[in-house]
């Protein structure tokens, strides 16, 4: 695989991660289901992958770029395996709306599994290491798109967790946003 297509792949790859950060904040914004601490915990797994991707995409392909998002990968999939079995017994309920069929918990656990397994695939392509990186150094097309939308989302999330849970603990339930409430 040369370091092109590996280039495009990670871009894709980064893009999908961008894409599941836009759906989760579409359904906390626009649907108004404020993720609990599970939920913020399995995003910052899925940007810890991401941040491994995009390291690929703006320095080149590098097998420890990979192990970045195969840790961010595991992290989230555990996360998400947590909670799947914190809802699995019967009567314990579950948290948010299944889409799908399936709870965004589950598909998150799902796309996990999907991070580590695309990286252990794209670490068997050896070409796109011993490959010089063109000299031109900026990013255009797709892999520009992607990185503006992965640290953007990135962001996003950060501002999103200290405004759901202000300077303390993140609620269990989170019925509003921590940092704009009033007290009285």
């Known amino acids: 695989m040369s370091a092109e297509l590996s280039k495009l792949l990670n871009a894709s790859g980064l893009l999908a991660i961008g894409t599941v950060l836009t759906m989760a904040f579409i359904d906390q914004v626009w649907f108004g289901e404020l993720p609990c601490p599970l939920c913020i915990l399995q995003r910052a797994g899925l940007i810890a992958a991401g941040c491994g991707i995009a390291l690929n995409v703006v320095f080149g392909p590098k097998p420890s770029h990979y192990g970045i998002a195969i840790i961010g990968g595991i992290a989230s999939a555990a996360i998400s395996m947590r909670q799947i079995l914190l809802h699995i017994v019967p009567g314990t309920g579950f948290y948010g709306p299944p889409v799908w069929g399936m709870h965004l918990y ?3 656990f799902l796309f996990a599994v999907a991070i580590v397994l695309g990286s252990g ?3 068997l392509g050896d070409r796109q290491f011993s490959q010089v990186q063109s000299a031109s150094g900026r ?7 992607a990185i503006l939308l992965f640290f953007v989302l990135t962001f996003a ?23 704009f409430q009033i007290n009285d």
């Open 157 to 179: 999330n950060i501002f999103s967790t200290i405004a759901l849970c202000g300077t303390g603990l993140c609620p269990d339930n989170p019925e509003n946003y921590e940092l």
């Open 139 to 145: 990013l255009k097309g797709l892999p520009l798109i």
């Open 106 to 108: 589950t598909w998150a």
């Open 121 to 123: 695939i794209m670490l």
